[in-house]
């Protein structure tokens, strides 16, 4: 069977800031620039959730694409859309939320949430039309 | 000279909650939605700004788009971008900042803002992927 | 109160062709080319529902837009995603369905659907990435 | 029979320059900025004609796009598609190559090329993700 | 000489089915959902096929991309257009025409169309705004 | 640390003109065909500069994304934007034009840029909405 990467998209909107309350305001503007601003910022993010398995040879599927969907908004959307990513996910607690961070934490989140046979490929999040991040998983030396 | 209308587009990431602070939270949430969350989300704003005018003959603009940039940047991005729009920016204080209230005020902070002879003929502001508004102007009704 | 234009954007895939049995082979080639395929084809519509009325003080809204995707998605997506437009869709029958035809078909479906001070402003239906169509409804002359 | 407005969209990459050679090069810089350049510049151009008439009852077209592909490719693309606005175009000699100007000499090339009963509507071009004009013909005053 | 990847573009619409005849329709529901109905439905594909190899030093190219446009539309585009896509391509016969399997296809159909030292490296097909595919050829244990 | 991809998009417009002045004009229609019109033609480029690293535990970040964009902005975009990518850039003399050169001499440029434990992983340039290159640097055996 031929191995394919499937890709689904999902939009979510939250709000964020990035700041260290260890340090000072001047120190957070130099580093984090207006994305430290004490009074929140936001964005409407874009996800791609790329899964790689082999087709299956009666549904040409490598997996349900619905099925992907729904485990993206049961493990990722329903706890940050219209959230604020440093107060209220329980996931992110303690994190730094950057578009990097909350890649690989979503990541995290979805990698054991596949079928089996088919594996999370990459999570690529967009955070503004002009930046965005990619992470496609820990390496074979993490994993050990 | 041909009437012409050009347009500019700008972008900006902002906080903000949909909330009357006299409601209960029942009915915050019966008309806001996820909208309501008291921990604030955020957008990337797209917003096109179109003038109208007459073609100078010499430098072929209805008006320098480089100087209407700079109009918008001043007026409005300065103040919201990576900011929240319920509490940090003066001419949205005490407004909902709905798209719709977020477009009229918008207008207000440009239409006196224009060369002679040119004229603020649209303010089209998308929030998310799948939802914008747009507003022309108050009626003439409305202008008396 | 200003007046306001909001959209809500919906997309949908149905198969369609443009067919008149009652013409020869040659002649529908002749006037609808490739989309006269007796076999089908189809598409990923995206459909912008603009709607214009005054800003509600309280809410900031001309309408809440969830409740316009609610009717939108009731009155017209549900009857034509992953449907074919020529023999499943009720108000389509005897139909042409060309995005010209399709769109109105959609002004009439949702132009008695909104509340009470809010019109149907424009329907847009982009068919392909280069072909759209919009209506802004009958003309006073048509309405009488 | 609804009146109905129907788009086609069209590519095409030209250079140009935006440049006075009566003026100094510091008047031209003053003005025009980068696009004064001597050496030229360039831009992906995307160009959304928009025509209106009723639609008919047999195809349910306002008219064939097909037909207005062809038209706007006779008439526009093939004069400028690669290449340069300020040297090649019969139908821009002496015409400062912006973008309001290029609308207008567009609209003079397609309003007369639409079958009976169809008029063009409007003429977009966009010459940068961020810049865009749009022209819809001269006002009755001018049609005079 | 260094090995770059160049990417060419194509865009058609098609209509398909995903439904196995020997299932019910409780069965086929149940897997493929809307897209099981019997009367079909359809998409806008975006196509973007990648090549790899060595720049030419006269040229710059890795392959002429016009060239490569040519193949792809003669042995792919040209039987998929305003096409069905269960029915009438001979090279998706007895195919099930998910986005995978078609991927898969397309690769197949154009692995050998390429001039001498340049391969092909990628196959990405997208069916919806929020599903798409990509297929970067048999692993070496399956080229075997 | 997990190693994560971080992407930041400019945009800049250019003149140039693909076309070997030792070839005869048939020579150059023939391979270069519109490109080579020798009176130029120009682009609206995109292009995505990627880079790979651990992510910071104190930032959250690969590295400051406004950092890589001054830096792309001062070694690439400066030199190219409102340019003749023939005649006007010292680092592109010599080299002919086209998207996959551009994009290894982008590379070339930005290589040695970037900080301490950050690579450069991917120059992505889109130089139509069909046609785009990537170049992920040279091999190791080129590297030698």
Known sequence: MPIVRATRRVHFCSAHMLRRPEWSEEENRSVFGDCS???WHGHNY??????EGPVD?????????????????ARVVADVDHRN?????????????STENFAVAIWDRLADA???GVRLQRVFLRETPNNAVEYTGPSEAERR
Chains 1, 2, 3, 4, 5, 6 share one sequence.
């Open 46 to 51: 874009v996800l791609d959730i790329t899964v």
């Open 37 to 39: 601003n004490p009074n």
């Open 57 to 73: 040879p009666e549904t040409g599927f490598v997996m349900d694409l619905k099925k992907l969907k729904e485990a993206v908004t």
């Open 85 to 97: 990513l440093n107060v209220e996910v329980p996931w992110l607690t303690g994190v730094m939320p």
């Open 114 to 116: 596949l079928p089996d």
